[in-house]
């Protein structure tokens, strides 16, 4: 049996190449979890329900439940990218 892991994962996001459709209100599908991770920089990443804000950081990834609806915004130059799970990832 394999160690469970991502099945899919975004390209290397920047400051300038980050999606508009991130950037505004969206959320996961039933039964997929987002590990939002930031390889340089710093990124905010907006809970919409409830309601939170939590700065992402290298050693501080984020994650997002099954349709939480959220969104992210650069703080400054930064490099992230998103890795999808069909299970609860370890470790949160």
């Known amino acids: 049996m394999s160690e469970p ?3 899919r994962s975004t390209p290397v996001f ?3 190449s980050l999606p508009a459709a991130l950037r ?3 959320d996961t599908k039933a ?3 987002g590990v939002i991770r930031v390889l340089e920089g710093e990124l ?3 809970y919409l329900d409830p ?3 939590v700065i992402l950081t290298p050693a501080q990834p984020g994650l997002i439940q099954p349709q939480q609806p959220h969104f992210v ?3 400054d130059a930064m490099k992230m990218q998103v890795d999808f799970w069909d ?3 370890p470790g949160f």
């Open 5 to 7: 892991g991502p099945y």
């Open 14 to 16: 920047d400051q300038d």
């Open 24 to 26: 505004a209100r969206h």
């Open 31 to 33: 039964g997929v979890w």
């Open 44 to 46: 905010k990443l907006t």
């Open 51 to 53: 309601a939170s804000e």
């Open 73 to 75: 915004t650069p703080v």
């Open 87 to 89: 299970q609860a990832p």
